[in-house]
């Protein structure tokens, strides 16, 4: 079982950048496919990428390629989510979560496929 705790999140200008992180601790970290997620107001939890066990694959969800990058450094036990040129449809609480089923590779996915889900972190983009 792994936990996620997610951090970064803040007040930020459109086009400016900001950087989340998802701290992980369980032994299952480095087995597992982590993906992050948001929730704008008022709409459904997004998928917007996820990253492998190793870091050697990336998927993004196509509304977010370009502007999002996702690593992970296993060392630190951290998922990160670098985002730039930042626009207020961007806010949102952004979630990380790790797949369930460990090793699987990421790709085309559901939120049912994710859990261990942390508690999230605001982000607002203001005009």
């Known amino acids: 079982q792994v936990q996620l705790v997610e951090s970064g999140g803040g007040l930020v200008q459109a086009g400016g950048s900001l950087r989340l992180s998802c701290a992980a601790s369980?032994?299952?970290?480095?087995?597992?496919?982590i993906g992050w997620f948001r929730r704008a107001p008022g709409k459904e939890r997004e998928f917007v990428a996820a990253?492998?066990?190793?870091?050697?694959?990336?998927y993004y969800a196509d509304s977010m390629k370009g502007r999002f990058t996702i690593s992970r450094d296993n060392a630190k036990n951290t998922v990160y989510l670098q985002m730039n040129s930042l626009k207020p449809e961007d806010t949102a609480i952004y979630y990380c979560?790790?797949?369930?089923?460990?090793?699987?590779?990421?790709?085309?996915?559901?939120?049912?496929?994710?859990?261990?889900w942390g508690q999230g972190t605001q982000v607002t983009v203001s005009s």
């Open positions: 990253i492998s066990w190793s870091g050697g694959s990336i």
């Open positions: 369980g032994r299952t970290f480095s087995m597992s496919t």
């Open positions: 979560a790790a797949h369930r089923v460990l090793y699987f590779p990421p790709g085309p996915t559901g939120l049912a496929d994710f859990g261990s």
